[in-house]
């Protein structure tokens, strides 16, 4: 089925995109991976997306930036030795196919499938759908079915970049709770208030946090809210960005990652199906 009139199809270095652009709002889709790269509201004309100048867009590896989807599994928590399988799953790394487009007085409804739900690791029967909503607010919900005779568990995660104009200029406003640092053997932590950015963060924040507001300059720049969730995950490299590939030295100052999650485990019976969103409301 073509796309609708707002969506525009292009090939660059063997990857396919989709180029929306209607009177409420642009973004981008990468085909590989079926990873959002861009959201731009016409409403201020600001890019709310970090992709780093250094992703590699040429299918060699996961995107870095925008908003990657993990599945079935959060980062290397698949039950086997760390790197023994793809980190955060196999959809990422996928060519999605476009199912379904729509354009409304709301916006554009875009509608992905991937290749393939089964392979090393989750050998399960089930049916993923991701459908991106591209208007006033940016609406992304990442759906499993579980097309199959027996229960399996999986977990996933809109693993989003937020850019910002500088990280130490940036504060999380409506995180509450305690986390698991990842940075220091898991400890259990209380999230800090103020919610500021100082340093190399990876934190899993174990609640279903529905709302997150990114602060910039002392003003609000995103809200981001999350359903279905049972974590929000925040990570920032800092520094340590120079020792990652495909991001330069500095890339940490412009980038945030609030990450709408399920990591603590869900089982979805035969017939039933979960639904993750992730909403990005420009403030």
């Known amino acids: 089925m073509p796309p609708v009139s707002s969506v525009t199809v292009s090939e660059s270095n063997g990857l396919t995109f989709l180029d929306v652009s209607n009177s409420l709002a642009s973004a981008r889709i990468s085909l590989f991976g079926g990873h959002v790269l861009s959201y ?50 196999f959809l990422r790394t996928q060519v999605w196919k476009l199912v379904h487009s729509k354009d409304t007085d709301k916006g554009t409804t ?61 504060l999380l406003n409506g995180i509450e709770g305690d986390y698991k640092d990842k940075l220091d053997h898991w400890a259990l932590k209380a999230t800090p208030n103020p919610y500021t950015i100082t340093g190399e963060t990876d934190r899993i924040h174990l609640a279903p946090i529905k709302a997150t507001e990114i602060e910039v300059d002392g003003d609000p720049f995103t809200e981001v809210l999350s359903e279905g969730n049972d974590s929000l995950v925040v990570w920032n490299p800092w520094q340590g960005a120079a020792s990652i590939s495909d991001m330069d030295a500095f890339g940490y100052k412009h980038m945030l990652c ?11 019976a035969p017939g039933e199906s979960h639904t993750l969103k992730q909403t990005i409301l420009p403030r």
């Open 40 to 89: 731009i509201p016409k409403s201020d004309d600001k890019e709310r997306l970090w992709v780093s100048p250094h992703a590699y867009l040429n299918g060699e590896r996961p995107i870095r930036g925008g908003i990657p989807v993990c599945w079935p599994w959060f980062s290397d928590d698949h039950g086997r030795d760390k790197g023994a399988l793809p980190a955060h799953g």
């Open 110 to 170: 875009i509608e992905l499938s991937p290749s393939f739900t089964r392979a090393e690791g989750f050998e399960n029967d089930c049916k993923v759908t991701m459908q991106i909503n591209v208007g006033e607010t940016m609406e992304v919900s990442l759906i499993t079915e579980n097309s199959g005779v027996t229960s399996f568990d999986f977990n996933c995660a809109l693993h989003s970049y937020f850019h910002v104009n500088h990280i130490q200029k940036t």
């Open 258 to 268: 609030v990450e709408t999650s399920l990591t603590q485990g869900k089982t979805l």
